[in-house]
């Protein structure tokens, strides 16, 4: 069995020393931050703490894609070691990302002919991203080859369930998920949108909730119900945050009550400067093993 390398986007929101631990290799996003350029490099370059209290201070936020040269220096980095790659992108419902990988692939597999490259939409983002890059490590590590773990990714990707909630509304409104009159209302009315990623990636608002408190619990709601075994789910549970850990915290908290049999504790950790340039700070999201995503 030739090696490989298990790769995703940093877009995956684990710590870089979760990466490091797991033999996951990662390749990074960009953002601008008030007019700067930073890599997204799970913050090592601006701290989360920092790049969060600017945008509440109203600083702007751009963000850009790996493009196609990147992707080709990074992927021909382990070609060169005579290596096959497994690579997982973030969501195409979310980022076009996947198809500059997708060139890159084509472009190398005529320079190294020999060598394997597969590439994954993952239709998943943030942590959610991170736990199935995690799963794929352990199926790695349990010694799945490269071909048998390219098809497990494929037909599993969807049953990894994405909820999330933000008790901000100002950067869904810039973003053009909620509309401005929609927003004030709702900011008026003190409702928290719970949204989830669908089955092509997207980012969905499914229910409006009034006040934090219930958005907690309908987030925890829809793990009861979703979940792999219902409330004997015994797999991992992820979560990421934006500045708001003691909200993460009393949603972990309800999970863990609710989940006897969960694998270890909640894992809290940050959005990264991507996904949280769109989602600014006030954001919880969940993730687990669950039903396969249908609409």
Known sequence: MSEYILSCCSTADLSREHFDNRNIHYVC???????KQFMDDLGQSISFSDFYQAMAD??????????????????????????????????????????????????LRE????????VVDSLAASSGYGLLMDKLADLRDGGMDIEELYRWAED?????????????LTYLIRGGRVSKAAGLVGSMLNICPLLNVDF?????????????RKVIQAM????KEHAQGGTDYNGKCYMSQSACMEDARAVADLVEEAFPKLQGKVEINNIGTTIGSHTGPGTVALFFWGDERVD
Not at 156 to 168: C, E, G, I, V, Y
Not at 200 to 212: D, E, M, S
Not at 220 to 223: E, H, R, S
Request: charged letters at 30%.
């Open 58 to 107: 109203g600083a702007d936020t751009r963000t850009s894609q790996v493009n196609v040269e990147e992707y080709e220096q990074y992927f021909e980095s382990f070609l060169k070691e005579g290596k096959d790659i497994l690579h997982l992108t973030l969501s195409s419902g979310i980022s076009g990302t996947v198809n500059s990988a997708v060139i890159a692939r084509d472009t």
């Open 220 to 223: 925890v709601d829809k793990m």
């Open 156 to 168: 599993n990707k969807l049953k990894l369930q994405h909820w999330f909630f933000t008790s901000d």
């Open 200 to 212: 092509k990636g997207r980012l969905i608002n499914r229910a409006k909730v009034r006040t934090k």
């Open 29 to 35: 996003f960009h953002f601008e931050l008030a007019g």
């Open 111 to 118: 320079k190294y002919p020999d060598r394997r490259i597969y």
